[in-house]
């Protein structure tokens, strides 16, 4: 099992702190949430992960060593980066997108190997975009062109995947698809953060819940420690309606503490 | 699952030909172009003269004409013509802009300001190697002038503006220099070589040149799977390996070296590396790197192309290769720049 460990971290851009002494570690072979306000600093957190981030105070390690420490491309075959937005900027073919994963396993003069080969039809196979593999990625729609992001993703055979809300410009349909899918990536022993903002896709599939809010982890634990009714308050300043569905939870945010909740915790 | 793939892709026909074919038939269009470029001028040499007085050496007028008149010419050519458009392939993929190209963004222009300052303060006088620096000092200064004012994540419209600038500032420094010039006659000199063309060099003007450009080749055309990782945005390809800060000062340095050099020797050749990877961009399905070579290698073929099509077009004083590229690449760049529009709609 290996783990990406952030201790006391510190970034600020200018004046503003948009992480203030984060300590929080990811293994190998759970599916976590990172949730958490806009501009709480997950995206931030993300990308110090993947060393695109420079930060004044903190350190992260990979297995107990510093991240800045080790050669970029060992780096690169360890930890896979999903960034939000699904950026694209020439009109590359599918598979030619999805190749791109494999680039930390080979050298710079190195044709694809059987091997690369056979990761990129697994990855595109997973991810069901086999059909998809000659057509260009600007003639995709939204869900089709994350699928093909993701399959990058995982044709670089990461042991961990950081996804930088993936589901969220996605139909019910696919959001379900792909947190499916990277719950099974979990269970094959990835370790898998994804940032979200659909609390009841959190609460269900995720094995644990980082909570950040104004730069700090405010929570941290079980999907039903960490979006208690105090912590959505603080964090979100909204209250949810909860249930479950076959023992399966779901939680809707429901309504918003709005100014009231700020007068009274002043 | 490929097979499958090809029943089912109803998307735009893929490309006929493929990679390493591309590659043989644009060298097969240099070696062609390039002996036709031998042979065309004032003086018409056939291909038998050509390839005897090149084996032979016999001091004959028309081995002059061919061992220093034409062939530094047609070699010229060749590499300026590769310079433009490996450097315009490039470019594009670091900034991922299809307008970014090295005249259009104040490059050349900036190189040829360096050039005319050598040239200007007599230091090209004193060791000939100053001219070709001087070039890639200016190129240099322009590439990292463009990638503070436009780097990163810019819009097509930052690049361009900033390429106003940075042309503007060396067109108006470049014109200063000329309207100070002691000598009328240098200043026409200047004026002329300004406008870009490949006539009347030497074999000199090879051996100055090449050593640079063919470093800058180097630097280029290394760079292919960085700005195929640069596809998917700066962090994508930081988490897929590549040090970014790296790969910017290569390509900024690779640019600088050849274009600094290419443009000391021939001026001015706009819109080669507009035209051509635009060109050959759908033949290597869009990718950044595989763009690299063809571009290089289809630089070449337009530059040798336009450079016999000035000599052939006009029976009076011949056209400049600049103001032929212009010519072509001006209507070229409008055209871009409305299918650019339409595909922001």
Known sequence: MSTLTVHDLSVGFGNRQVLDKVNVSFSTGSLVGLIGPNGAGKTTLLRSMIGAQSFAKGQIQWDGSDLHQLDRRTVARHIAYLPQGGVCHWPLTVEHLVSLGRLPHQSPWQK???????????????????ALAQRTVTTLSGGERMRVLLARALATSPEMLLADEPVASLDPYHQLQVMTLLQSMARRGVGVVVVLHDLTLAARFCDRLVLLSEGRV????????VLSVENLAASYRVTALRGSENGEPFIVPWKDLGNDFEREKR | MSTVAATVDNSRASPLIGFVTLVVILSIMIVVLFVVSIGAGRVAISFQQIFSSLRAHDPSLMSIIIEQIRLPRAILAVTVGATLGLAGAALQGL????????????????AALGAVIMFYTGISATFALALPLGGVAGALIAVAAIYALAGRESSILTLVLAGVAVNAFAGALTTLALSLSPNPYAAFEIFFWLLGSLADRSLEHVYLSLPLMALGWVLLLTMGRALDALTLGEDTARSLGFRLGRVQAQVVIGTALAVGAAVAVSGVIGFVGLVV???????????????????????AVLTLAA????????????????????LIGAPFFLYLVIQTRKAMR
Not at chain 2, 280 to 295: A, D, E, T
Request: include cysteine.
């Open chain 2, 307 to 326: 450079d016999i099509a000035v000599r052939s077009i006009m029976g009076g004083p011949e056209l400049k290769l600049g103001v032929l590229t212009a």
């Open chain 2, 277 to 299: 990877p635009h060109l050959l961009r759908p033949l290597v399905r869009y990718q950044p790197g595989r763009l690299l070579l063809v571009s290089a290698l289809g630089g």
């Open chain 1, 218 to 225: 405010i929570g941290d634990g079980t999907p039903d420690d």
């Open chain 1, 112 to 130: 694809q190997s059987a091997e690369d080969r056979r990761v990129i039809a697994d990855a595109m196979a997973e991810t069901d975009i086999g």
């Open chain 2, 95 to 110: 900034l991922r802009n299809p307008l970014a190209e090295p005249g259009l963004i104040g490059v050349s222009g900036c």
